[in-house]
């Protein structure tokens, strides 16, 4: 059987440091068959990649240089264009404080394949005062993101629900689902080939790239997915 090869990488901080191991065994061991690592640190000194570095796993330091979601999305496009330069068919990013459980890239990748996705992307709660998913229903022509969220309160379902548009999760017919954070996502080659990750603090001073990325994706025409069934473990 051929496999789609794929990429797993992230950018992290000594900030994640209470939860670097557990991230580690995590990362080293998921079942899928054909994937390599690749981490961008961005923490002031080298103790933390270090700890990368011992368990054999390709990591760079790069510390912050200025804003922090210009340096973000700087980081995340390091993380692309190795990704491009290689002969990967997909890059899995995954947020240093998630845990996903170990089949996550075999469920992706299926959903990705079968769907034709430009992005598939597993879900995580937030803490706003009550269990809150980290999906925004509405950006604004400023990229600004609603506080309409999907809670508890209003009654999302998606459990079992397999792979379904962002826009189909919230109840409301009309409201379209528009960003989330990366959590963990599987973005397909041809679409980071099209795109870049970005901010634009001439537009908004508070957005970050996740919002722009998604955005930006479903734009050049790409469907965005969620897996549904996937709610990761958000370690805060």
């Given amino acids: 059987?051929?496999?789609?090869?794929?990429?797993?990488?992230?950018?992290?901080?000594?900030?994640?440091?209470?939860?670097?191991?557990?991230?580690?065994?995590?990362?080293?061991?998921?079942?899928?068959?054909?994937?390599d690592i690749f981490v961008v640190d961005n923490s002031k000194d080298s103790k933390h990649v270090r700890k990368f570095w011992k368990e054999g796993i390709k990591a760079?330091?790069?510390?912050?240089?200025?804003?922090?979601?210009?340096?973000l999305a700087r980081h995340q496009n390091i993380i692309r264009d190795y990704f491009l330069a290689?002969?990967?068919?997909?890059?899995?990013?995954?947020?240093?404080?998630?845990f996903t459980g170990e089949c996550i890239i075999d469920k992706l990748v299926t959903y990705a394949d079968v769907y034709g996705a430009g992005a598939v992307t597993a879900t995580?709660?937030?803490?706003r005062g009550e269990p809150t998913l980290c999906?925004?229903?509405?950006?604004?022509?400023k990229f600004v993101r609603s506080e309409t969220l999907l809670?508890?309160?209003?009654?999302?379902?998606?459990?079992?629900?397999?792979?379904?548009?962002?826009?189909?999760?919230?109840?409301?017919?009309?409201a379209k689902l528009t960003a989330t954070g990366i959590g963990c996502t599987l973005f397909a080659r041809e679409a980071l080939e099209a795109v870049k990750f970005r901010v634009d603090l001439n537009l908004n001073k508070r957005?970050?790239?996740?919002?722009?990325?998604?955005?930006?994706?479903?734009?050049?025409?790409?469907?965005?997915?969620?897996?549904?069934?996937?709610?990761?473990?958000?370690?805060?």
């Fill in 207 to 236: 957005a970050f790239s996740d919002t722009f990325i998604f955005t930006d994706i479903s734009k050049m025409g790409y469907e965005v997915l969620i897996d549904s069934n996937t709610i990761c473990d958000h370690k805060k």
């Fill in 124 to 127: 995580y709660e937030i803490d």
């Fill in 1 to 35: 059987m051929n496999y789609p090869k794929v990429l797993v990488s992230f950018p992290t901080s000594d900030k994640k440091d209470y939860c670097v191991d557990d991230f580690i065994k995590q990362i080293k061991n998921f079942t899928y068959p054909l994937y």
């Fill in 135 to 141: 999906l925004t229903a509405t950006v604004d022509s």
């Fill in 86 to 98: 290689g002969d990967y068919d997909y890059l899995m990013m995954i947020e240093s404080d998630v």
């Fill in 60 to 71: 760079m330091h790069e510390p912050l240089k200025g804003n922090f979601r210009e340096e």
């Fill in 151 to 174: 809670d508890r309160d209003k009654g999302y379902d998606v459990m079992g629900q397999g792979v379904i548009p962002l826009r189909k999760l919230f109840h409301d017919s009309d």
